[in-house]
């Protein structure tokens, strides 16, 4: 039987890890962690259970596909809750709730915006195409070849794709508001770039959103890693835990050993779902790299994250389960964090409150609180007083806005940003999400899933095709199979 090596046991390792063993590979995943996640791991602590990494659930249609693969049905592994209102945005002198129904939501822009409705079901109908062409056509493509994408209907529809202009200029087509342009922006934030350098591709973001949804796996986003390693356990795949390799052996242009800090391992063909600026400076010799020091430093990295763990020993009343405070500047923050990339003055900050959907994630009579800020990648100062100092920022906007003081009543907090992302994951430049999805980093421009100097390496996830994101992460791992199974001539 055919070995296969998966480094990491993240979403889009575990992925690829499946989807090998269907193919009749014997898999085993080394993971560096003591449990199965990467980024979406979870952390339990004085009754409070919070997910370490992503908060949202959007395009429930992906993870559907991927349980189904193998004849299941993700309901097999957890129950899924739309939340409505999807979420809250709070700007400088308002609020909004995004209710989950389309025509509420029409009578929403409406009420803000005079024929803004209508513009609404327009600017629906052109995402929709989008994200139907955007899923079947681009997103599964391993991005080896431009060949790959003389498609018919791809070719065709290429001008509705939007390719060539902006999501900020196609937002401003159809709204003036700058409250309802920053909501119709907010979506692509997700891909790790500034709306006027993301392709107007992306609103297919927007339908995901509205139309498809906010969901919340009861028991907490870390119930999707608990039903994707229990069907890779299901298929026979071994992980080993507490591993962290930390070389790969080259000979005659193949990996012929994995090196942990407890064992070598040899197998047919190799998957880095770690970072893929580590495995190439770090665990591979320069002539097997692929690309240059210089080729990094090029890259436009999406932000990486100041995040706070935060347990409070009251309920909070009529706060929602997402909530996006944009009542600072935007445009400013944007800056800070690509153009000339600082930590930022006065931060936009999001702010997910779990138990408020679901009471098992804290203590009863108790709430958990997970604050996110977003930051730019590869900042080096990053003390616990910088930390302390915006969170006591941002802690000052929280309780003003949603009427409630909490500052007394934190029993627990964590924090967590660029320097913990680069020691737990050897994340490039401190990174939480990847490459930025910009034109210049889309499909054959990104970095290659499969190594360019060694003939059995492969990589998967966010640093690759087809990006960042929990639903790409998925893709990326089903992508890179499909590229091993062309490699070996397996049969479907």
């Known amino acids: 039987m055919r070995k296969a090596i998966v480094i990491g046991a993240g979403f889009s390792g575990m992925a690829t890890a499946s989807f090998l063993a269907k193919d009749g590979f014997e898999v085993t995943v080394l993971e560096k962690h003591d449990?199965?996640?990467?980024?979406?791991?979870?952390?339990?602590?004085?009754?409070?259970?919070?997910?370490?990494?992503?908060?949202?659930?959007?395009?429930?249609?992906?993870f559907e596909r991927y349980f189904q693969q193998f004849g299941k049905k993700v309901s097999d592994y957890y129950e899924l809750k739309r939340l409505d209102p999807s979420y809250r945005v709070y700007y400088s002198d308002t609020a909004l709730d995004i209710p989950a129904d389309f025509e509420a939501l029409k009578n929403l822009f409406e009420s803000i915006e005079k024929g803004s409705g209508a513009q609404l079901e327009k600017f629906m109908k052109e995402a929709a195409y989008k994200y139907k062409v955007g899923i079947e056509k681009l997103v599964f493509k391993p991005g080896q070849s431009l060949t790959e994408f003389l498609d018919k209907d791809l070719l065709s529809g290429l001008f509705r794709l939007d390719v060539f202009t902006s999501i900020s200029n196609h937002v401003k087509k159809h709204f003036k508001n700058p409250l309802l342009r920053e909501l119709m922006e907010f979506p692509v934030l997700f891909l790790g770039a500034l709306p006027g350098q993301t392709p107007a591709l992306y609103s297919l973001m927007n339908y995901a959103d509205v139309k498809l949804g906010t969901w919340y796996p009861v028991g907490g986003m870390y119930k999707i890693v608990e039903g994707m390693y229990a069907l890779a356990q299901e298929l026979g795949v071994q992980f080993r835990f507490n591993s962290s390799v930390k070389e790969l052996l080259v000979k005659n242009n193949t990996i012929s050993g994995v090196v942990t800090d407890t064992a070598t391992y040899t197998a047919d063909v190799?998957?880095?779902?770690?970072?893929?600026?580590?495995?190439?400076?770090?665990?591979?010799?320069?002539?097997?790299?692929?690309?240059?020091?210089?080729?990094?430093?090029?890259?436009?990295?999406?932000?990486?994250?100041?995040?706070?763990?935060?347990?409070?020993?009251?309920?909070?009343?009529?706060?929602?389960?997402?909530?996006?405070?944009?009542?600072?500047?935007?445009?400013?923050?944007?800056?800070?964090?690509?153009?000339?990339?600082?930590?930022?003055?006065?931060?936009?900050?999001?702010?997910s409150a779990t138990s408020v959907t679901d009471p098992s994630g804290a203590p009863e009579g108790c709430e958990n609180l997970f604050f996110l800020i977003p930051v730019a990648s590869g900042l080096?100062?990053?003390?616990?007083?910088?930390?302390?100092?915006?969170?006591?920022?941002?802690?000052?906007?929280?309780?003003?806005?949603?009427?409630?003081?909490?500052r007394d009543n934190i029993v627990f907090k964590k924090s967590y940003s660029v320097s913990d992302f680069r020691k737990d994951y050897h994340a490039f430049k401190g990174n939480a999400y990847g490459l930025a999805n910009t034109l210049l980093q889309t499909a054959i421009l990104k970095p290659s899933c499969k190594s360019k100097k060694l003939r059995n390496l492969y990589f998967s996830g966010q640093l690759t095709v087809p990006g960042p994101g929990v639903p790409p992460s998925l893709i990326s791992g089903e992508v890179v199979a499909k590229e091993v199974r062309k490699a070996f001539a397996i049969q479907p």
Request: hydrophobic share 35%; proline share 6%; aromatic share 16%.
């Open 380 to 406: 080096k100062e990053d003390s616990e007083e910088l930390r302390d100092k915006y969170f006591n920022q941002i802690l000052k906007r929280f309780e003003a806005r949603i009427g409630q003081t909490i």
């Open 270 to 351: 190799v998957v880095s779902g770690a970072d893929y600026h580590h495995t190439e400076m770090d665990l591979l010799p320069h002539s097997s790299r692929s690309y240059t020091e210089m080729y990094w430093k090029e890259r436009v990295m999406a932000p990486s994250c100041l995040l706070y763990y935060v347990g409070i020993n009251k309920k909070l009343q009529g706060v929602l389960h997402h909530s996006l405070f944009f009542d600072t500047d935007f445009a400013k923050h944007g800056r800070e964090i690509y153009t000339q990339p600082q930590w930022p003055a006065d931060p936009l900050f999001y702010v």
């Open 35 to 62: 449990q199965p996640g990467g980024r979406a791991r979870k952390m339990e602590v004085n009754g409070f259970t919070f997910d370490m990494g992503p908060s949202w659930y959007w395009m429930p249609d992906v």
